[in-house]
């Protein structure tokens, strides 16, 4: 039931007015390594977000694929479990 819940929750966010989702950048920070892995065709989820969501990562870093869609995992397969492999040595 929570990774369902969580999953939805993010849609629900993404349609609260930015007034509502008003957030303490230093409480909120992520302070492990992040790798964020994004399509850049995504029809779903803006480019704009991914880099957006790095200002919150003390240790982010950006794959972004130039002709990946929000399936990009599937797209890309064999570079994303590459850099997966990179990320976690």
């Known amino acids: 039931k929570a990774p369902l819940t969580a999953m939805l929750n993010s849609y629900r966010a993404a349609l609260l007015p930015p007034s509502k989702l008003a957030l303490d950048r230093e409480r909120s ?13 995504d029809q779903f989820a803006v ?13 982010g870093q950006l794959e972004l694929f ?24």
Request: include cysteine; hydrophobic fraction near 45%; proline fraction near 2%.
């Open 66 to 89: 130039e002709t990946a869609t929000h399936w990009v995992q599937h797209e890309e397969a064999i570079n994303i479990n590459n850099l997966l492999s990179q990320f976690f040595a």
């Open 29 to 41: 920070r992520v302070r492990v390594p992040v790798l964020l892995i994004w399509g850049k065709n």
């Open 47 to 59: 480019n704009a977000m991914a880099r957006e969501s790095l200002e919150y990562c003390d240790n």
